[in-house]
Protein backbone atom coordinates (compact mmCIF):
# COMPACT_ATOMS: atom_id res chain seq x y z
CA UNK A 1 0.00 0.00 0.00
CA UNK A 2 1.46 3.68 -1.09
CA UNK A 3 2.46 5.51 2.35
CA UNK A 4 4.78 7.40 4.24
CA UNK A 5 6.40 5.46 7.39
CA UNK A 6 8.47 6.72 10.34
CA UNK A 7 9.94 4.84 12.87
CA UNK A 8 10.67 4.51 15.54
CA UNK A 9 7.01 6.14 16.82
CA UNK A 10 8.53 6.66 19.99
CA UNK A 11 11.82 6.93 21.14
CA UNK A 12 12.93 8.25 24.97
CA UNK A 13 16.66 8.50 25.06
CA UNK A 14 19.50 10.18 27.63
CA UNK A 15 21.30 13.84 26.48
CA UNK A 16 24.55 13.22 23.73
CA UNK A 17 22.66 10.27 22.04
CA UNK A 18 23.17 10.05 17.97
CA UNK A 19 19.51 8.90 17.29
CA UNK A 20 18.58 8.55 13.32
CA UNK A 21 14.82 9.16 12.44
CA UNK A 22 14.23 6.82 9.80
CA UNK A 23 11.26 8.06 7.24
CA UNK A 24 10.07 6.29 3.91
CA UNK A 25 7.79 6.66 1.23
CA UNK A 26 6.39 4.00 -1.07
CA UNK A 27 4.78 6.84 -3.63
CA UNK A 28 7.66 7.77 -5.70
CA UNK A 29 7.55 11.63 -4.47
CA UNK A 30 10.56 13.60 -4.84
CA UNK A 31 10.03 15.88 -2.17
CA UNK A 32 10.33 14.95 0.87
CA UNK A 33 10.05 17.36 4.36
CA UNK A 34 11.01 17.28 7.89
CA UNK A 35 8.71 19.35 10.20
CA UNK A 36 9.23 19.85 13.87
CA UNK A 37 6.12 19.94 16.10
CA UNK A 38 4.93 20.49 19.58
CA UNK A 39 1.64 19.30 20.42
CA UNK A 40 -0.99 20.89 18.74
CA UNK A 41 1.34 23.73 18.20
CA UNK A 42 2.73 24.89 14.56
CA UNK A 43 4.00 23.18 11.83
CA UNK A 44 8.10 24.06 11.72
CA UNK A 45 9.92 22.96 8.85
CA UNK A 46 13.39 21.56 9.58
CA UNK A 47 14.91 20.14 6.44
CA UNK A 48 13.31 18.90 2.81
CA UNK A 49 14.56 17.11 -0.44
CA UNK A 50 13.68 17.97 -4.07
CA UNK A 51 15.62 14.57 -4.73
CA UNK A 52 18.16 12.35 -4.62
CA UNK A 53 21.38 14.04 -3.21
CA UNK A 54 19.26 17.19 -2.95
CA UNK A 55 19.10 18.92 0.44
CA UNK A 56 18.38 22.03 2.21
CA UNK A 57 17.59 23.41 4.94
CA UNK A 58 14.28 24.72 6.28
CA UNK A 59 12.64 27.86 7.87
CA UNK A 60 13.75 27.02 11.97
CA UNK A 61 17.09 26.57 12.76
CA UNK A 62 18.14 22.89 13.72
CA UNK A 63 20.93 20.86 14.63
CA UNK A 64 19.68 17.99 13.28
CA UNK A 65 21.54 16.63 9.18
CA UNK A 66 19.35 15.02 6.57
CA UNK A 67 20.73 12.56 3.86
CA UNK A 68 18.84 11.71 0.38
CA UNK A 69 20.85 8.79 -0.78
CA UNK A 70 17.49 6.70 -2.28
CA UNK A 71 14.09 8.51 -3.66
CA UNK A 72 11.98 6.56 -1.18
CA UNK A 73 14.24 7.19 2.08
CA UNK A 74 15.12 10.18 3.56
CA UNK A 75 16.44 9.58 7.41
CA UNK A 76 17.39 12.25 10.19
CA UNK A 77 20.37 12.50 12.14
CA UNK A 78 20.63 14.16 15.65
CA UNK A 79 24.55 13.81 16.63
CA UNK A 80 24.16 15.04 20.00
CA UNK A 81 20.78 14.82 21.30
CA UNK A 82 19.56 17.35 24.03
CA UNK A 83 16.55 18.04 25.99
CA UNK A 84 15.75 21.04 23.76
CA UNK A 85 15.17 18.61 20.93
CA UNK A 86 12.37 16.84 22.53
CA UNK A 87 9.33 17.14 20.12
CA UNK A 88 7.51 15.63 17.52
CA UNK A 89 9.12 15.00 14.13
CA UNK A 90 6.82 14.22 11.25
CA UNK A 91 7.85 12.86 7.75
CA UNK A 92 6.11 14.64 4.91
CA UNK A 93 6.61 13.79 0.52
CA UNK A 94 4.66 15.31 -2.07
CA UNK A 95 4.48 14.68 -5.71
CA UNK A 96 4.57 17.90 -7.48
CA UNK A 97 1.11 19.64 -7.63
CA UNK A 98 -0.04 17.43 -5.79
CA UNK A 99 -1.29 16.57 -2.33
CA UNK A 100 1.45 16.69 0.53
CA UNK A 101 1.17 13.74 2.69
CA UNK A 102 2.31 13.08 5.87
CA UNK A 103 3.79 10.36 8.00
CA UNK A 104 2.68 9.22 11.91
CA UNK A 105 4.94 11.15 13.51
CA UNK A 106 8.11 9.98 15.63
CA UNK A 107 7.59 11.43 19.45
CA UNK A 108 11.12 11.63 20.91
CA UNK A 109 11.92 12.63 24.75
CA UNK A 110 15.49 13.53 25.45
CA UNK A 111 16.28 13.18 29.02
CA UNK B 1 9.06 35.34 1.50
CA UNK B 2 6.18 33.88 1.68
CA UNK B 3 4.08 34.30 4.47
CA UNK B 4 0.36 32.70 5.87
CA UNK B 5 -1.57 34.24 8.65
CA UNK B 6 -4.71 32.15 10.16
CA UNK B 7 -6.84 33.80 12.60
CA UNK B 8 -8.24 32.64 14.88
CA UNK B 9 -5.55 30.62 17.19
CA UNK B 10 -8.51 28.87 19.03
CA UNK B 11 -12.39 29.13 18.36
CA UNK B 12 -15.11 27.17 20.36
CA UNK B 13 -18.49 26.37 18.77
CA UNK B 14 -21.54 24.25 20.13
CA UNK B 15 -22.46 21.56 18.35
CA UNK B 16 -24.55 22.29 15.17
CA UNK B 17 -23.23 25.78 14.49
CA UNK B 18 -20.74 26.57 11.49
CA UNK B 19 -16.77 27.58 11.51
CA UNK B 20 -14.87 29.90 10.04
CA UNK B 21 -11.50 29.67 10.32
CA UNK B 22 -9.67 32.44 8.00
CA UNK B 23 -6.20 32.62 6.45
CA UNK B 24 -3.99 35.22 4.43
CA UNK B 25 -1.17 34.76 2.27
CA UNK B 26 1.40 37.45 1.12
CA UNK B 27 2.99 35.91 -2.22
CA UNK B 28 0.03 37.02 -5.35
CA UNK B 29 1.84 33.69 -7.25
CA UNK B 30 0.44 31.66 -4.53
CA UNK B 31 -2.18 28.78 -6.38
CA UNK B 32 -2.64 25.96 -4.37
CA UNK B 33 -4.40 26.28 -1.12
CA UNK B 34 -4.77 23.03 1.00
CA UNK B 35 -6.32 22.70 4.37
CA UNK B 36 -5.14 19.88 6.81
CA UNK B 37 -7.15 18.71 9.90
CA UNK B 38 -5.06 17.05 12.99
CA UNK B 39 -6.68 15.39 15.61
CA UNK B 40 -5.13 14.73 18.91
CA UNK B 41 -1.88 12.09 18.68
CA UNK B 42 -2.36 12.01 14.93
CA UNK B 43 -0.92 13.19 11.51
CA UNK B 44 -1.73 16.33 9.47
CA UNK B 45 -4.39 14.79 7.23
CA UNK B 46 -5.71 16.65 4.15
CA UNK B 47 -9.61 17.83 4.26
CA UNK B 48 -9.85 20.14 0.97
CA UNK B 49 -8.17 21.82 -1.09
CA UNK B 50 -8.27 24.33 -3.84
CA UNK B 51 -6.84 26.04 -6.46
CA UNK B 52 -6.41 29.68 -7.97
CA UNK B 53 -8.83 28.69 -11.27
CA UNK B 54 -11.78 28.59 -8.62
CA UNK B 55 -13.21 30.92 -6.28
CA UNK B 56 -15.00 28.26 -4.31
CA UNK B 57 -14.74 24.17 -3.67
CA UNK B 58 -17.06 22.24 -1.21
CA UNK B 59 -17.40 18.75 0.13
CA UNK B 60 -19.53 17.52 1.89
CA UNK B 61 -20.29 20.01 5.60
CA UNK B 62 -16.93 21.53 4.38
CA UNK B 63 -16.09 24.22 1.68
CA UNK B 64 -13.62 26.08 1.03
CA UNK B 65 -13.35 30.23 -0.78
CA UNK B 66 -10.77 31.65 -2.27
CA UNK B 67 -10.47 35.92 -3.00
CA UNK B 68 -7.24 36.11 -4.84
CA UNK B 69 -7.69 39.58 -5.03
CA UNK B 70 -8.04 40.15 -1.45
CA UNK B 71 -5.54 37.61 -1.00
CA UNK B 72 -7.38 35.28 1.57
CA UNK B 73 -8.99 31.90 1.64
CA UNK B 74 -11.23 30.49 4.22
CA UNK B 75 -12.34 27.17 5.54
CA UNK B 76 -16.14 26.38 6.14
CA UNK B 77 -17.80 23.81 8.59
CA UNK B 78 -21.32 23.53 8.46
CA UNK B 79 -23.21 21.54 11.59
CA UNK B 80 -20.53 21.00 13.04
CA UNK B 81 -20.30 18.19 15.27
CA UNK B 82 -17.71 16.68 18.43
CA UNK B 83 -15.62 14.90 15.83
CA UNK B 84 -14.95 17.73 14.22
CA UNK B 85 -12.52 18.94 17.17
CA UNK B 86 -8.84 19.09 15.64
CA UNK B 87 -6.46 21.61 15.38
CA UNK B 88 -6.74 23.42 11.56
CA UNK B 89 -3.89 24.05 9.03
CA UNK B 90 -4.38 25.85 6.21
CA UNK B 91 -1.12 26.12 3.61
CA UNK B 92 0.05 27.97 0.44
CA UNK B 93 2.13 27.17 -2.12
CA UNK B 94 3.83 29.17 -5.34
CA UNK B 95 5.34 27.53 -8.52
CA UNK B 96 7.58 30.47 -8.58
CA UNK B 97 9.02 31.95 -5.92
CA UNK B 98 11.84 30.68 -3.66
CA UNK B 99 9.27 28.70 -2.31
CA UNK B 100 8.99 26.16 -5.08
CA UNK B 101 7.56 23.23 -3.72
CA UNK B 102 6.90 24.10 0.07
CA UNK B 103 3.69 24.18 1.66
CA UNK B 104 3.72 27.31 3.43
CA UNK B 105 1.70 26.38 6.88
CA UNK B 106 -0.77 28.86 8.96
CA UNK B 107 -0.02 28.92 12.66
CA UNK B 108 -2.74 26.64 13.58
CA UNK B 109 -6.47 26.94 15.17
CA UNK B 110 -7.25 24.87 17.83
CA UNK B 111 -11.26 23.97 17.34
CA UNK B 112 -13.24 22.61 19.89
CA UNK B 113 -17.27 21.46 19.33
CA UNK B 114 -19.07 21.22 22.56
CA UNK B 115 -21.75 18.69 22.29
Known amino acids: EADIYQTPRYLVIGTGKKITLECSQT?????MYWYQQDPGMELHLIHY???????EKGDLSSESTVSRIRTEHFPLTLESARPSHTSQYLC??????????FGPGTRLLVL | GENVEQHPSTLSVQEGDSAVIKCTYS??????FPWYKQELGKRPQLIID?????GEKKDQRIAVTLNKTAKHFSLHITETQPEDSAVYFC??????????????FGQGTTLQVKP
Open chain 1, 92 to 101: ASRAPGETQY
Open chain 2, 27 to 32: DSASNY
Open chain 1, 49 to 55: SYGVNST
Open chain 2, 91 to 104: AASSPFSSNTGKLI
Open chain 2, 50 to 54: IRSNV
Open chain 1, 27 to 31: MGHDK
